[in-house]
């Protein structure tokens, strides 16, 4: 038992990361790790031949069957339903933080609700965690054949839909601190100059709160909301940069108390989206600063 200890926690990282990009919720998330390791405590040690792919199969199956439920709350969600934000570490070097900051990104997240749970979870398996056809059969219970198939609909489904900017974490960091700065000054033009045109601002407030019913476009709109705040607010606001699901964004506070999360997409010299989570119970986490290891 303390072999599967030591080994459900060595990999419990990487299961929580299938499971948090599955479902957009690291609380439904860490629900789902939760019953593999009631399963994996239950398990025969000796019908286990790969420690790795077992837990991999039985988070992803657990997943699929989660984001099938979820799927059907979330056609009764108010209002825009965003992932929830989640505080991350730095990877040791640029390309990991290249790699991690794409596939963790809300924007990411966001396109990936467009996915049927199945193809979800191959396209996942397939183009992050690195899985062949083989072991995606395996976990899905499907040919090899079907597998490559599923998989190819979704890039084709997702090629009009996901992040159209490859952008360094160096360039969208210095235009992060740029406008960061810029809002923390209350300098409105400087900020609209960092906005694309056609910059989208998109707000999940849950039904609990005050967002957006519809995204809002145009760059000079979006930077107008995100500056209207000070001018009410004024010495009770204020905004700190953060990591979130791997690039920089932003908390902002207001009398103390967490308000937002705000997450950017950036080309790196315009910011082209932001995503505005307001959402009291998909904030509860960020409020307690707590950082998320998601291989």
Not at 121 to 150: G, M, P, W
Not at 212 to 217: A, C, D, K, N, Y
């Amino acid at each position: 038992m303390e072999d599967a200890t030591a080994t459900f926690g060595r990999l419990q990282p990487r299961m929580l990361g299938v499971a948090y990009r599955m479902l957009g919720s690291m609380a439904e998330a860490e629900d789902v790790v939760q019953d593999v390791w009631l399963r994996w405590h239950d398990a025969d040690p000796a019908l286990i031949d790969n420690a790795e792919a077992w837990l991999i199969a039985a988070t992803t199956r657990r997943a699929i069957d989660r984001l099938r439920l979820a799927r059907n709350e979330r056609e009764q969600y108010v209002g825009i339903w965003l992932p929830e934000p989640v505080l991350t570490d730095g990877p040791s070097t640029p390309e990991d933080l290249q790699e991690v900051s794409s596939d963790l990104s809300i924007a990411f997240l966001t396109v990936l609700e467009r996915l049927a749970p199945d193809a979800r979870a191959a396209f996942l398996l397939h183009e992050v965690f690195e899985a062949n056809y083989a072991q995606i059969a395996r976990i899905l219970d499907k040919s090899e054949a079907a597998c490559r198939k599923i998989v190819q609909r979704a890039k084709n489904q997702l090629r009009e839909e996901r992040p159209r900017y490859v952008v360094s974490d160096e360039a969208h960091q210095r235009l992060m601190r740029r406008f960061i700065a810029a809002l923390s000054s209350g300098d409105f033009e400087g900020m609209k100059t960092l906005m694309d045109e056609s910059a989208i601002l998109v707000g999940d407030g849950g039904g609990i709160v005050t967002s957006l019913p519809e995204p809002v476009v145009g760059g000079d709109r979006v930077a107008a909301l995100l500056y209207a705040p000070n001018l009410r607010f004024q010495q009770e606001l204020r905004v700190e940069p953060a990591t979130i699901n791997g690039r920089l964004g932003l908390l902002r506070y207001l009398h103390g108390e967490l308000e937002s999360a705000q997450s950017f997409e950036t080309d790196g010299e315009r910011i082209v989206r932001v995503y505005v989570q307001r959402n009291p119970e998909k904030l509860r986490r960020v409020s307690t600063h707590e950082v998320v290891s998601l291989d």
